[in-house]
């Protein structure tokens, strides 16, 4: 009987033991499980929050490069603008310019008539009635020199007309005595 106890112990112990073991490998596999599902539950939370973090970034990048393209718009408006203001000015320098340069040329113009005809006038005095001949003389030199002085004046004809771009293009045309001789 002593066998029979025994074997009974021994097969209580191997039940006891294979319950102790499958217990074991129950513990082991639930909480094998719990870890692989709260490895999945961070690689879920770390993957929305790198999804959400590049969602963020490709945000703020298209504001940024609407900001930039706005500048961007916003400096070519303003180098068109001074590009127009620097031609305006420019226009508005040649012209003033070109407006001094025929009043000067009208006053000198005039000044040459006044002197011929003082000149004249002066020559007429001194030579008196006796020379009229020699006045008549005189004053068709003065009426010459009037008309030489207004024929030379300018060498372009009709440029009290003109803007200064026609100006400026005929210009070009003057031969160097042309230019010269102005």
Known sequence: MVDQGRARDVNEAAV???????????????????????????AQEFS???ARSLKEQTEAGRANAQQLSE????????RQALSRQ???AYA???????????????????????GARAVADTAASLVGT???VA??????????VRSTVETR?????????????????????????ELRSS
């Open 16 to 42: 006891f033991f294979a319950e102790t073991l499958a217990d074991s490998y129950k513990l082991v596999y639930g909480q094998t499980a719990e870890a692989v599902e709260r490895r999945r539950q961070r």
């Open 48 to 50: 929305e929050l790198v």
């Open 71 to 78: 500048q961007a718009t916003r400096q070519q408006e303003t």
């Open 86 to 88: 620097s031609v305006e």
């Open 92 to 114: 508005w320098f040649l012209d003033d310019a070109l407006s001094r340069y025929r009043s000067a040329t009208e006053r000198v113009a005039q000044g040459v008539q006044e």
């Open 130 to 132: 006796a020379a009229g």
């Open 135 to 144: 006045g008549a003389t005189v004053e068709a030199t003065a009426g010459a």
């Open 153 to 177: 004046a300018f060498p372009i004809e009709g440029y009290e007309d003109m803007n200064v771009a026609e100006i400026s293009k005929r210009l070009n045309d003057l031969s160097l005595e």
